[in-house]
């Protein structure tokens, strides 16, 4: 008897139709991975290019990497840069100017505001006045402190014949420059009640109020140079614990300051 052949199984793998379904399945997965990607953008670099795009000198003075199909002889000239003018326009120039400018007033505001600190100087030396009056320069400009003494009478507001000599010559010097004026009324911390001045913050007003009066009366200012403030007791220049501190934070400052303009 012949020995029956065992036929052999071929191993034919997966159905023909499985690989086209994990080409598709994977091709699927490929668009979703490049959409994730791109849906990450930087938010500054996006503002960077966004803002290099609107602007417009970049744009115009550059001329184009990219020639045009048909160019016309206007994009042309454009292009080459013939008619780009960005950095020589009239408003640029003019800025220039004004900065050159601004730099030469402040240079003058400063040298007059030196000029001036040492006429104060020399005049408090020369009247004697070094122990009622002082003079400094600070950020806002020179400060003139003057105590109530020259100025004042004990809780009144009304000037002294003895402080009139005093304002009469800063007048004569604020004539000389522009800068603006704050005048600051100060007091100390022992409280006043009379049918005038109800507080201390109506007194130091009232004596602020006062010495502006008598520059403008006097002088003719610009009353738009002047400001005034009252403080009371909120700004001393010492502790309020005995008569001579008391005495050095009732005054009244004049800042003359720095910049015209503020």
Not at 189 to 200: A, C, H, K, L, M
Request: overall charge negative; cysteine-free.
């Amino acid at each position: 008897m012949k020995r029956r052949e065992i036929k052999k199984r071929k191993n034919s793998g997966a159905p023909k139709w499985m690989v086209t379904y994990s080409d598709m399945v994977t091709l699927i997965l490929v668009f979703f991975i490049l959409l994730f990607s791109m849906s990450q953008i930087d938010l500054v670099k996006f503002e960077a290019i966004a803002e290099s795009f609107q602007n417009r000198m970049i744009l115009d003075f550059y001329p184009s990497a990219v020639p045009a199909e048909n160019p016309t002889e206007h994009t042309s000239t454009e292009e080459q840069g013939k008619n780009t003018n960005e950095f020589e326009t009239p408003t640029q120039l003019r800025d220039n100017t004004d900065r050159d400018e601004t730099e030469e007033v402040d240079e003058d505001n400063k040298d007059s505001l030196s000029s001036l600190l040492e006429e104060v100087e020399a005049y408090l030396d020369e009247n004697n006045l070094n122990n009622v009056i002082t003079a400094n320069r600070t950020e806002q400009g020179v400060v003139l402190v003057l105590q109530e003494s020259i100025l004042f009478d004990s809780a009144e507001a009304e000037i002294l014949d003895s402080g009139m000599p005093f304002l009469d010559r800063i007048g004569s010097l604020l004539h000389d420059i522009p800068n603006s004026v704050k005048v600051e009324g100060h007091t100390d911390s022992r409280p006043i009640s009379n049918f005038r001045y109800p507080s201390n913050w109506e007194l130091s007003g009232a004596r602020a109020s006062s010495v502006i009066r008598y520059l403008i009366e006097e002088n003719e200012f610009d009353e738009s140079r002047f400001t005034s403030a009252g403080y009371a007791d909120t700004r001393p220049a010492a502790p309020n614990d005995s008569p001579q501190n008391w005495s050095r934070n009732r005054r009244v400052e004049i800042v003359i300051m720095e910049d015209s303009e503020e």
